[in-house]
Nanobody
Framework: QVQLVESGGGLVQPGGSLRLSCAAS????????MGWYRQTPGKQRELVAL???????NYADSVKGRFTISRDNAKNTVYLQMNSLKTEDTAVYYC????????????WGQGTQVTVSS
């Protein structure tokens, strides 16, 4: 079982910045992927950014050049630095992980609200 605890969401003006954090805990032998998805009412959850072990980060086209994903392997934590935020970035952001806990499994965080508004 993997637990994900997210933090860092909130209200920010257009053009502002926020940093999301997601810490994974539990019995984790290795992590294959960690990242962020987002969802707005009435729409499907969509990929924002994902780091797969040994690979390059993968970003949604809409956030390239503005968002940066990073990972601290020692802390089993993934971060999402969001700059130049736009109103269309408003969503609930969910942390995602695929890890070996004795068996390979995927888990989602509880979600954190990001609101970009003037």
């Amino acid at each position: 079982q993997v637990q994900l605890v997210e933090s860092g969401g909130g209200l920010v003006q257009p053009g502002g910045s926020l940093r999301l954090s997601c810490a994974a805990s539990g019995t984790i032998f290795s992590i294959n992927a960690m990242g962020w998805y987002r969802q707005t009412p009435g729409k499907q959850r969509e990929l924002v950014a994902l780091i797969v072990s040994g690979g390059m980060p993968n970003y949604a086209d809409s956030v390239k050049g503005r968002f940066t994903i990073s990972r601290d392997n020692a802390k089993n934590t993934v971060y999402l630095q969001m700059n130049s935020l736009k109103t269309e970035d408003t969503a609930v952001y969910y942390c995602y992980i695929t890890a070996d806990t004795g068996k390979w499994m995927s888990s989602w965080g509880q979600g954190t609200q990001v609101t970009v508004s003037s």
